[in-house]
């Protein structure tokens, strides 16, 4: 009796040995993780953590030797997309640097006068451009928009779009600036020469407004639901 019962321990020691599993520590259900660039650890050939090596650059240890060549200026919203004229003019503006756009003005002068000449076309009529709510003639106006295509900053002033007074010193959330850069375009010297009113087309808005925001409240500037 005593040999059969050793002999049946011995049977379930053995096959509980063809049962043993290892268990982990990491609770991730034994997944094998591959190293990448967002895991928020240092592994891989990463030189820190998700930065260096195959992943983007670790802050201040950049790499800025070489050759590189500039893509884009813009500063303002659609000044170049809507004065160019022509993709090889817009991809030329965009990777001159400062001191060469003053030769792109004559382009933007005959790009804004065109848009009058279309316009005028439809409507039966001589249509040029008139002097704007800022006092600038088609030269000196085109001449801002291609020399100064970046957004300026009045620490010690207002900053805006155009309220009115102020103009161009920066913008805020609230200002319509297509709405503002059409009346510049279209506007004349009062602002309303083609506001749709008294039988004139309306080139001074896009109609879009600001819809349902309110960029007095936090972000994402909208009211809390209603329950």
């Known amino acids: 009796m005593k040999l059969y019962s050793l002999k049946f321990i011995m049977l379930a020691i053995c096959t509980s040995l063809l049962f043993v599993q290892c268990a982990d520590d990491d609770d991730n259900g034994n997944v094998i993780e591959q190293a ?5 650890i240092m592994n891989g050939d990463e030189e820190g953590v998700d930065c ?3 992943c983007e650059p670790c802050v201040g240890n950049l790499d800025f030797s070489g050759t590189f060549m500039q893509e884009d200026i813009m500063g303002r919203p659609g000044v170049n997309t809507v004065f160019s004229g022509s993709d090889n003019v817009k991809n030329d503006f965009n990777s001159s640097i400062v001191s060469d756009r003053a030769s792109f003005q004559p382009t933007f002068e005959a790009t804004l006068e065109a848009y009058h000449d279309v316009y005028g076309d439809a409507l039966g009529v001589e249509l ?6 800022l006092g600038l ?3 000196t106006f085109t001449t801002v928009l291609a020399q100064f295509d970046a957004l300026q900053v ?5 900053t805006t779009y155009f309220d009115g007074t102020n103009a161009l010193t920066g913008r805020t959330l609230g200002d319509d600036v297509i709405d503002i850069s059409l009346t510049l375009m279209f506007g004349g010297t009062t602002g309303t ?3 749709g009113n008294n ?5 001074t808005s896009d109609g879009v407004g600001p819809g349902d925001r309110d960029f007095t409240l936090p972000f994402p500037y909208m009211e809390s639901p209603v329950e």
């Open 193 to 195: 020469r083609f506001d």
């Open 137 to 139: 003639d088609a030269p």
């Open 154 to 158: 009045a620490p010690e002033g207002t």
């Open 199 to 203: 039988g004139t087309p309306q080139l």
């Open 36 to 40: 990448n660039c967002d895991d928020g």
């Open 128 to 133: 040029d451009y008139e002097t704007n709510i």
């Open 52 to 54: 260096g090596g195959s």
